[in-house]
């Protein structure tokens, strides 16, 4: 089928389900799935989850399901015709753009999500090309943060899942292996940025060979965020050095140095380090870009292995309390709603991002691994005001910056200021104002309303994801793919910027699919059977029961 008539399928498709309202309870294991289901009753609309006792019951409604499947497709039709296997496409013009490094980014960032959903004929695309990426050689800077949360996690995740869960599914074995392979090339290649006289990495490489930039200075998520992907890598290959060095660099966000600059407030950071060093050059900080997945794996390693990683855990609890106590902000025209703001030093700045609304979904999942209501019910409380960014615009997306006044500190002064000229009706009704008002097919507000649904099964949050997708997919279709915009207030969208991301595939299809598919072993589980962890890319990373050795290593 052409493009354009599939995109159109999916759009009747969306409209004939939400019409219907087209729900099925969990009763059978999808095709794939070891793991056998309990027939589960809906849930009222306000139920809350039941800590300690039953746990939550799940609703799917499989053409939602579809109707995201529908929209993958059409995404990896468009690049796979006209951008594979260069990284990203183009969709206004139908060309290409290799912004990391060349690998085929968008290729391996779907790989999971194809595995999820079943869609064995790009799996199989995708697993004939791996063995082909000759992670060696680029003519681009090298982004160690992104490479191995897009890379890295992406083969990583794809092993796990081909040779765990998804394993009774027909496979060529010589390409799985390649698989594991493949990742471990890569990082041997990274591994030079480690090479410092602190341990702490620098995040700018070039290949060919393999050498630093020379860096002075580093962040806390792309310092923090590699964890979980290279001590996983060395469980399965048995080869601990992978884990040591992500370990090492990890150990100057745990105990920050300087104290009154590195830890402004108990657990809650500075943003940049010192590579020389290791000590902290800044007091400021928050949950959004630059700082975010740093907190979001502390709590993500005590999940995947609560012995070796309670230190991490303990650090997480103390920059969640710390964020409920000092960060908690309510807009003045609007105290119905929690944000979090950001800091400098100690003073609160009254400003989020679209990346920072993943934080909801993070307390969720730190109280249901803790067996913590509070977090459990703050993170809900989080994901309330996030969602209201998505209603409150015309597009009904959420901005990438959005600003508001705090009720609780002087009205006026230069950290609390009051919405610029052209704003201030828009600010009444919807508690916050736009700064940026970019649209770049992120994921976090889904990715946290899909947390509220596993934690509660309130089918509310299916509802609101379902809502962002009709609105995403209805404004950021263009071409042969989908589109960031410019300007999520205004009817259409504005501008598309002809880029499609390589995260759409992993994670905002992925999040979108998964709140209405199944129960499988890869879902998060609120009753602490969890058997996979998803590392910030949505790459479900299987935790380390015994480490999971590769018989390969």
Known sequence: MHLLDTRAVVMVAALV???????????????????????????????????????????????????????????????????????????????????????????????????????????????????????????????????????????????????????????????????LHQAKRLADNLKVAFDTPSGVPDNNLRFGPPRKTGSDSNGIATIGTLVLEWTRLSDLTGNPEYGKLAQRAERYLLEPKPKNVGEPFPGLLGTNVNISSGLFLDSGGGWGGSDDSFYEYLIKMFLYDPVRFAEYRDRWTLAADSSMEYLVSHPTSRPDLTYLAMWNNRTLQFVSEHLACFNGGNFILGGLTLNE?????????????????????ATGIGPEIFQWQDSRTGLNTSNNPGPPNGQASFYNSSGFWISNSGYVLRPEVIESMYYAYRATGDTKYQEWAWDAFLAVNRTCAVGSGYSSISNVNIPGGGNHSNFQESFWFAEVLKYSYLIHAEDAVWQVQADHTNQFVYNTECHPIRIASGYERSPLA
């Open 373 to 393: 209501p509070r977090y459990i019910e703050f993170g809900l409380e989080l994901v309330d005001a996030c969602r209201n960014t998505y209603i409150s615009t």
């Open 17 to 179: 389900v939400t019409l219907l309202g087209f729900t099925i309870q969990v009763g059978a294991a999808a095709p794939g799935v070891n793991t056998p289901y309990r027939h589960r009753l809906p849930r009222p609309r306000d139920a809350r989850p039941h800590y300690g006792g039953s746990p939550p019951q799940y609703v799917v409604n499989r053409a939602r399901a579809d109707a995201v499947k529908q929209a993958f497709q059409i995404s990896w039709d468009g690049y796979y015709q006209y951008a594979f296997p260069h990284d990203s496409l183009r969709p206004v013009n139908n060309t290409f753009y290799d912004d990391r490094n060349g690998w085929g980014a968008s290729a391996i960032d779907a790989f999971s999500t194809a595995l999820v959903m079943g869609d064995w004929k790009v799996v199989e695309e995708i697993l004939k090309y791996v063995p082909d990426i000759n992670f060696d050689n680029t003519t681009t800077e090298v982004s160690l943060f992104e490479t191995t949360i897009r890379y890295l996690g992406g083969l990583i995740s794809a092993y796990d899942l081909m040779t765990g869960p998804l394993g009774n599914h027909t496979y060529d074995t010589k390409y799985v292996n390649s698989i």
